[in-house]
């Protein structure tokens, strides 16, 4: 999934990514490995805020620092280092370790108006990152 499209009254307000490892057993000796609690890595868009005197406040933003391909090929890219050495340590294959990685975007979207009387809520999307 591509950044979102948030329309006119939202704004992307981050990016987090949550990587987890199922349970991988070592080819020999009762050895696993696993990261069942997430990893995260987080991207934060919002810039500031702007207050209104009716107590409103205006959200303000910047996504164009963020290139979501070039982020997540720095993230498989850690991620592969580190299974690595985990696939040695357990007389596994890399590929073994990385089959058990997962990577999740959780996107947060939020109103561009908040406050009393304005929105506040926010809405998540999730969607899995490609890995390997």
Not at 12 to 28: E, G, K, P, Q, R
Not at 87 to 110: C, E, F, H, N
């Amino acid at each position: 999934m591509t950044m979102p499209d948030p329309g006119a009254s939202l704004h992307n307000a981050s990016l987090d990514y949550y990587c987890t490892f199922v349970v991988v057993a070592a080819a020999a000796g009762p050895v696993t490995f696993s990261v069942p609690d997430p990893v995260r890595f987080r991207f934060s868009f919002e810039t500031g805020t702007t207050p209104h005197p009716d107590g409103t406040m205006t959200v303000t933003w910047d996504y164009s620092w963020f290139a979501q391909a070039a982020q997540e090929a720095s993230i498989a890219a850690a991620l592969t280092q580190i299974c690595a050495p985990i696939a040695t340590l357990l007389g596994r294959t890399t590929t073994d370790i990385q089959a058990a990685a997962k990577v999740l975007r959780v996107w947060t979207l939020a109103p561009n108006v908040q406050g009393q009387g304005a929105g506040s809520g926010r809405t998540v999307l999730t969607s899995v990152m490609p890995y390997p």
